[in-house]
């Protein structure tokens, strides 16, 4: 029976020195798990500023592309009133400010923008619905000069 207490308690000490030795892997295991999630977390950090970054720069990046949009039809606007004073130059034998005027007008008596009157002449050629030009009004200096 001594022999079985003896090979018992070797048993039991194997059993311990095994448990001791999985203790400290775990521990250690452990040490790792928490190295790694602040490794992800600190990661995770990192990506949440760069899409931010690049949210901010798609963002940026559209709004450029929005401006560029808008110059672009700002110019096309431009060339299409410059077409349709043109136009309205050669029909009634006008000026370049006569003829915007004409324009003006007529955009105010329809209650249309500019481009839209503008489209119209472009498009059609007439200018017949198209308001008189105002005869330009004297200044007081050639008012009083003519008195």
Do not use: Y
Not at 35 to 60: F, N, P, T, Y
Not at 69 to 97: F, K, W
């Amino acid at each position: 029976m001594r022999d079985q207490v003896i090979t018992n308690r070797s048993d039991i000490d194997s059993l311990q020195t095994r448990v001791e030795e999985a203790v400290d892997r775990a521990a250690v295991s452990d040490v790792r798990a928490d190295e790694l999630r602040h490794r992800i977390d600190d990661l995770e950090a990192g990506a949440d500023v760069h899409q931010h970054l690049i949210a901010e720069l798609k963002s940026e990046g559209l709004l450029r592309q929005k401006h560029v949009t808008q110059l672009e039809e700002a110019l096309r606007t431009s060339r299409r009133i410059g077409i349709a004073i043109g136009i309205i130059m050669v029909a009634r034998n006008l000026d370049a400010t006569e003829a915007f005027s004409v324009l003006v007008s007529a955009s105010q008596n329809t209650d249309r923008n500019v481009c839209s009157v503008a489209d119209d002449v472009v498009r059609t050629g007439d200018v017949s619905d198209l308001p008189q030009p105002q005869a330009p009004q004297a200044s007081p200096i050639e008012s009083r000069q003519d008195a």
